[in-house]
């Protein structure tokens, strides 16, 4: 599965490569539209066209009948069971297209995710790093340290936790930079890069960094996921949400992503001739 | 069967539907309903019918020509700081062996000189005179506690909590039971809240110029709860002194340890949790506020058990993992998780209390302190604050004026008097922490002090310093070996605390001289001085033995609090409060003896006058330099609510803190051995606070009631009828 993400995100690298230098939001609004666009003609291609449009007008009608006849409560009931029932249908024929829709839209959002979701640390900034163990491994008894890199300080002792079989730091970024965290275990080292920075706009880092296999290993494929028989099963670094995306507004990116693309696909239906 | 059905039902609605759905909806109807609720609604801490009629007869129309103008074209500026407690002689003395350059450079090149405190020089009296130019009688506020006339019981003196009616109307004409309760819950919402009330009287100077159009910023100015209401919206202001934190108390602390002391369930000032670590897992709770919103009747009648204050309390759970060895810990509280190690602080944690599921939480934040990891487990969490972007109570006007600030450096400390004399008191800070707690509020105060004057372009900016107070107060024993609470071990190495505090004020000061301009007036202050506390007197342990109080029979004195156990049938005077003595006087107390007029005035001058005689029998001094008396002090119209003796107490003197509550311990006077080692409530001549200009001023005794007259003159506004000083620039 890592080569196929590994692919993913390189292709996304190139797709975001110009617009390293701008404003986040410049790659993020190019992407959705793109992605409305994609959407929209995915849609075309797997959707029943005739059967949505010959729903919609049906639909249409009853809801005008609801208005016509809105002081005739029996016909006004009846119309408002036919317009449930083509709603209903209206669904169902959208099922089809959002099956093949929903795999390269979550792609796309995994994508995003790991350079949309949060900040990189800026200099003075704590923060803790979480270390969960494999299932069985008691914190107290394995011999777990981290070294940070230069720009980077590891400001507390560990906090070896049994109940949740999870090991922590405080750690204070000082510089800004690129650098690897390490993890240092018995069996080997596991690294997690650690971003320090301002203003670096599509640049791609996750906070996760998840075991092989795991679900998580396809939502966090920033990194190459850690091997199965590490003792590590994942490390984090808890880096701040992004905030003011929009205008100096806070909006979840998901939410930008969304509206965005959705707007773009409903503007251009008329384009492209595509029934939604 | 059936039943058991409806139970069910009856369970998940409870569960699930109410708290998400009905709860929400009913919250929206009740905003609706009580729209149109009245009821005996508290006094909205403004201005009393009578203030309003005072501005009114001013004329501010009649203000000097130019004024208005003037101020709105941002000509005019007033810098005033108050740093309470700044004492003139070590001021005076630290600007001569050159440790404060700046006070120095201001002192050369404008005024300075001492600033005479009020009678007594107690911070809420002296910054009421402050900020009407009144003195006591003219805004009533005579002392930290006052007594009720009524039942004898003290009561704080600056603000009071206004409990929710008894009975409200519905829609402003149906009268009926202040409560509706919410079906199936034993939830009950009242129809018209409670509140709280500023009993500061008098019109503050900022209202003045508010009225003339002066744009106003105040700043944690004491006695100032909740803030006056801006009639214009153009003064913002932040609480001070007498600011409560969330359980409504003055600070009350929590510790969580493994090692309980023998007493620590009694202290004062805060909570100590026993807990255990098992499995490295520490479960404890943080207690919030009594939920005002159950029924507690309802409950004991359903569970035939009563429910206890602590109980009411809402609690938020929170857990803390421990290394076994490392000295560090990580606390899970809500959403938030904090790491900390020993020995430091966390940053703020905001903490919500769900009073009603779905529908009203109370916001506060607080700070935790890993005191230690091992070998035994000690937390400190600080008082619960109110938090000034989502205000359970009102701290700032307007309230956006908190959220602005929170946005701009931060959460910060919002009770009054944030550091933690209490828990110093208490062991469980030593001198380590209290002063590294201490920095904190330090800190936070200097970033919104920066944020306050990068935007000062015009009127009026009053900012607040209380950190060398409190410290003066906890700190004085480190610097004075002689003091009887001294401990070499432990105190040498702050010996020289307090005075690195004056320096960082001048560090301050340098940063405001660089940048003020020209149009600006500088205006530094502070409300009194500060003396050693070497020496508690008990002042009725002392009419006790004089036979001026009496006890009921089968009392003995060290039984009495809060004086009760006082036979009121015979007693003629009694001590309340840290300065005040009273007399029992008939019609004015509930139970007085002693007749107004002659008979009265003859008491009052027999006691003061052996007072101002009493010598200490181990140092052979003077204990009560002058007993002054109320109506030759005062002024104005709350004079004759005014305790009838205020006790001028002789340096290193102080009104025990047992007098202040009601008791009669077994000894005249004895050594202060507490940490609260300095203190200000001598007699006001001992501890003159400071007053630096940046022009000379021409007032040879200026006091802090010439101040408010001194700022109006700045803005060319003349002195006001009810104050009693004058511009110290006249």
Redesign the interface.
Known sequence: MWPVLRGVTKTFDIILAPFAGMHPIVGLLVVSVVTGVVMLFIFGKTSNQKMIASTKDKLKAHIMEMWIFRNTPSVMFRAMGNVVRYNLQYLKHSLRPIVFLFVPVLFIMVQLGIRYAHEPLIPGDVT?VTVVLADGVRA?EADVTLEAPDGVRV??????????GEI???IVADRCGTGTLSVITPGGTVDKVVVVGENLGTARFASLRPRAGTWDAFLYPAEQPIRRDSIVHSVTIHYEAKQGLLFGLTFHWLWIFFGVSVIAGFALKGFFGIEV | MRSMKMHRLGYRLRRWLLPSVLMPAAALALMAVLAGCTGDAPDDAGLTEEDRAALASLGYIEMDSGVREAVRAGEKKVLVMGIDGMDWVMTTRLMDEGKLPHFRQLAETGGFGPLLSSIPPQSPVAWSNFITGADPGGHGIFDFVHCDRATYMPYLSTSQVIPAPERAKLLGFIPMKNELALPFTDYVFPLVGGGTMNLRRGVAFWQVLEAAGVPCSIFKIPSNFPPVPSETGTTRSMSGMGTPDILGTYGTFSFYTTDPWPGSDGISGGYVYPVRVVNGVVDAKLYGPPNDFKDYEKIEERTGERVSYSGKKVALDFRVFVDPENPVAKVVIGDSEVILTEGDFSEWVEVDFEMVPAAVTVSGVVRFLLKSAHPEFELYVTPVQINAANQVLPITDPPEYGKELVEAVGHFYTQNMPEDTKALEHGVFGNEEFTKQSGIVFDERLKVFDYELSRFYEGLLYFYFGSLDQCSHAMWRCMDPSHPAYNAEEDAAFADYLEGLYVKFDVILGDVLSGLDENTTLILLSDHGFAPWYREFHLNRWLYDEGYLVLKSGMSPEQVEWLIGVDWGRTRAFGLGINGLYINTKGREADGIVEPGAEAQELIDEIAARLETLRDPKTDERMIVRAYKAAEVYHGPYKTTAPDIIMGYGWGYRGSDQTAGGQIPSSLVSDNTKKWSGDHCADYHHVPGVLFTNRAFSHREPSLYDMAPTILGEFGIGKREWMVGRSVFE
């Open positions: 803790v107290t400001v507390s002792p560990a906090l070896r936790m049994d109940a949740v922590e730091w405080k």
